[in-house]
């Protein structure tokens, strides 16, 4: 148990870093539904950085800040788990859309393009790339999504010693996630590099790149669907219980 700050350090750590609460609140919003409020996230995550004020080492060689935002955004996805957000019809959508595109890519050996899977699923274009935008608010990757690691969520202290299994199966799906990003189309490979590593949010991906924010929107979507597919294949039971 990492040994407890005193109250007026702790005070000012907060102080300090409201700001960053209001930061990691908003750059989740724009990932998730409207029917998300900001202020719940911001609620949340002000609690984590209390719980990161209150318990935060510096002779554990990491900055608060860095510290703190494992935890703020580890409160933040707690609770979004705990009310999950994404209707069970958004995620058959999106597990219907996956099945598509695998039918597509074994029948032609190429990536499926969004011509390719409207068509198969005999609906018009725009229709299709709403459904990309509706289903894009299902939990995507549980280690990517909300920007963070499971294994991060908490102090070291209070977690059990990974088994070596588990141990050799995380570090498999990570490299299995590098790759799925890897072999995305370069421009939906660009985007998800700005969104998640850069951290920019739509609008400001569009101005980088000169397109719409609902453009954007489309082909982050078009980007998670690829990784989920692919990630699905290799780890099924993962994105089975993310789903369900």
Request: overall charge negative; some cysteine; hydrophobic content about 40%.
């Amino acid at each position: 148990m990492y040994p407890i700050a005193e109250p007026m350090m702790a005070e000012n750590l907060i102080e300090e870093h409201s700001g960053l609460v209001n930061r990691i609140a908003y750059h989740l919003a724009a990932r998730l539904p409207a029917s998300v409020v900001v202020d719940d996230l911001i609620q949340v995550g002000m609690i984590g950085l209390l719980d990161a004020s209150q318990h935060y080492d510096a002779s554990q060689g990491a900055a608060f800040t860095t510290y703190a935002t494992i935890r703020i955004r580890g409160a933040m996805l707690d609770e979004l788990r705990r009310n999950d957000w994404a209707p069970k019809s958004v995620h058959k959508k999106h597990r219907d859309l996956m099945k598509v595109v695998s039918l597509i890519e074994t029948k032609t050996g190429r990536e499926a393009k969004p011509k390719d899977i409207a068509e198969e699923m005999g609906i018009p274009l725009d229709e299709y790339f709403e459904l990309i935008q509706e289903t894009n608010s299902c939990r995507i990757l549980s280690f990517i999504d909300l920007g963070t690691d499971d294994d991060n969520l908490h102090d070291n202290s209070n977690i059990s010693p990974i088994n070596p299994v588990e141990g050799v199966q995380k570090q498999q799906f990570r490299e299995q996630l590098v790759t799925a990003i890897n072999i995305l189309p370069k421009r939906e490979k660009l985007i998800v590099s700005l969104y998640y590593d850069e951290e920019l949010n739509l609008r400001e991906i569009g101005e980088v790149l000169d397109i719409s924010e609902s453009r954007v929107s489309q082909l982050l979507g078009q980007g998670h669907l690829r990784m989920r597919k692919f990630i699905s294949e290799k780890f099924p039971q993962i994105i089975e219980q993310d789903l369900d």
